[in-house]
């Protein structure tokens, strides 16, 4: 007898503009989701897949970016309106904790003695912060603006326009440890560090992951492959090609996911280099996801995600849905070639 594939689930009131990024709590199955509305909602979701909506708190202008604490107590966001917010889960209450000269589009947390919150701008600056102090600890500038940016101790990764990848050494976190330009041809849209701080992944808008290593005894094992693509199978027949939006790292089996603007999400192991499950079109754009803390979750937000322009967005402006798939090992383990 075939085994049923369980369907996708859908969370309950979902945001009502363009979703720019979800994250899971690494203590609790809560997910956050920051939008284009300008709020970041707060979701509970329960052990048969059932979502609660738990908390919201807004900005004054869209939200780009959101990041859980570590420990899991706090979630920062930041945005257009050029302000970074932390929210405290035990209090429920929202507080200014950063300020930069243009939209914030990426928040992330850094490990170390003392959590630092490092926030990067379209203003071609990442700011550090100890969120009890007002002004940043430090201030990194960039050769560009900040389009993504990761981090796993000891590694923080920053892709900016015009392709440039600047890699910072957390125990010397001021200055660049390496600086280089992205392997990929096109614009970059996401980079995401492997779980052990070795490398990390790059997505562009041109269909296409690399997987670089730090170290340069390493540098043999970089590659890069073609992914959320359609046609192209003969020299005639033109491929279209669909920007990576989300590159996503398996907590436990460390492996990974994609996600793109055909509206697909493919599993993949990079150290067999080979794809280990694509799943089925979701119908519009996927613009974001994430795991769960243990990796049974993979959540993904499908929203558009501007990827053709004004003239795309007519039919899809409303559809903005965060769904969750529930990951058989099978779908996620590593595989032998």
């Known amino acids: 007898m075939m085994k049923s594939t369980p369907v996708d689930m859908?969370?309950?009131?979902p945001p009502t503009d363009g979703i720019s990024e979800i994250q899971f709590?690494?203590?609790?199955d809560f997910l956050a989701a920051s939008s284009w509305d300008n709020n970041v909602r707060i979701y509970e979701?329960?052990?048969?897949?059932?979502?609660?909506?738990?908390?919201?708190?807004?900005?004054?202008?869209p939200v780009l970016c959101c990041a859980w604490s570590k420990d899991g107590t706090k979630l920062v966001s930041g945005g257009t309106d050029k302000i970074a917010k932390v929210f405290d889960i035990s209090t429920g209450q929202s507080s200014q904790v950063a300020q930069h000269d243009a939209p914030i589009k990426e928040v992330r947390w850094v490990d170390?003695?003392?959590p630092i919150l490092a926030t990067g701008s379209w203003d071609k600056t990442i700011k550090y912060w100890d969120i009890r102090q007002p002004n940043p600890v430090a201030t990194l500038t960039l050769p560009e603006r900040l389009y993504t940016m990761d981090s796993?101790?000891?590694l923080l990764v920053a892709g900016t326009a015009d392709r440039h990848i600047i890699v910072y050494h957390l125990n010397n976190p001021n200055a660049p440890f390496k600086a280089t330009t992205s392997p990929l041809k096109w614009q970059t849209r996401t980079v995401s560090c492997f779980n052990n701080g070795s490398g990390y992944a790059v997505g562009s808008i041109e269909g296409r992951v690399?997987?670089?290593?730090?170290?340069?005894?390493?540098?043999?094992?970089?590659?890069?492959?073609?992914c959320h693509r359609e046609g192209g199978q003969t020299p005639r027949d033109k491929a279209t090609v669909y920007s990576v939006n989300s590159i996503q790292w398996h907590p436990v089996h460390g492996t990974f996911s994609t996600a793109g603007s055909d509206g697909t999400y493919t599993f993949w192991d990079k150290d067999s280099r080979q794809k280990l499950k694509s799943f089925p079109k979701v119908g519009n754009p996927i613009s974001s996801s994430c795991f769960n803390r243990n990796g049974k979750i993979f959540a993904y937000?499908?929203?558009?995600d501007w990827n053709k322009g004004h003239t795309g967005a007519a039919g899809v402006q409303n559809q903005n849905k965060i769904m969750l798939h529930a990951v058989d090992d099978d779908e996620a383990k590593p595989r032998k070639r």
């Open 45 to 61: 979701i329960q052990p048969n897949g059932a979502s609660v909506a738990k908390a919201m708190y807004s900005h004054t202008a």
């Open 112 to 114: 170390g003695p003392n």
């Open 301 to 304: 937000a499908v929203s558009y």
């Open 25 to 28: 709590s690494p203590q609790a």
């Open 210 to 226: 690399a997987i670089q290593y730090v170290d340069d005894k390493d540098a043999a094992q970089n590659f890069s492959f073609k």
């Open 10 to 13: 859908e969370v309950q009131h």
């Open 152 to 154: 796993v101790f000891p």
